[in-house]
């Protein structure tokens, strides 16, 4: 299909297509510092603090046996611990150990990863602030 066809494309299928390829260059340069876009959501859910693998499933939307695999794979490159709640003995908590610190902050700090997706961007600024609206009416479901 030719590059001219694209204008021709609806709305939806364009930004499917471009979620594709930004989740793909996404995970191609984290892959490189060990991480996916699925761990990076979780580094920063742990930012403030420990959480418990199913507050982190649910403040990434996703099931807790997804939320399992991706925690189990943090523990695997270093980037986080799972430790004893010290209030309740029973819970797991999930922490960030100084490398996934490092790590979060290296991928997040100037921009670097926003530049993949934003870098062929007029006005990044207007087009980040057009997904929110998107992405906050289809969370009310329209």
């Known amino acids: 299909m030719a590059e001219d066809d694209l204008g021709d494309w609806s ?3 364009l930004l499917s297509t471009a979620a594709r390829h930004v989740e793909r260059d996404w995970n191609a340069y984290l892959s490189g510092r060990g991480l996916t876009h699925a761990g990076l959501l979780v580094l920063h859910a742990l ?3 420990p959480r418990s693998q199913r507050q982190l499933a649910a403040a990434s939307q ?3 046996q997804t939320m399992a695999r991706v925690v189990e794979r ?3 490159t270093g980037h986080v611990t799972r430790e004893r709640d010290p209030a309740d003995r029973r819970r797991l908590q ?3 150990t100084e490398d996934g610190r490092a790590a979060y902050t290296a991928i997040t700090a ?3 990863a926003d530049d993949l997706v934003t870098g062929p961007l007029v006005d990044p ?3 980040r602030a057009e997904l929110v ?3 906050r009416a289809a969370r009310r479901g329209g």
Do not use: N, Y
């Open 125 to 127: 600024d207007a087009f």
């Open 62 to 64: 996703v099931e807790e």
């Open 110 to 112: 100037g921009g670097v």
């Open 47 to 49: 930012v403030d603090g």
């Open 11 to 13: 709305l939806g299928r």
């Open 94 to 96: 999930v922490r960030l």
């Open 74 to 76: 943090l523990v695997r």
């Open 133 to 135: 609206r998107l992405v």
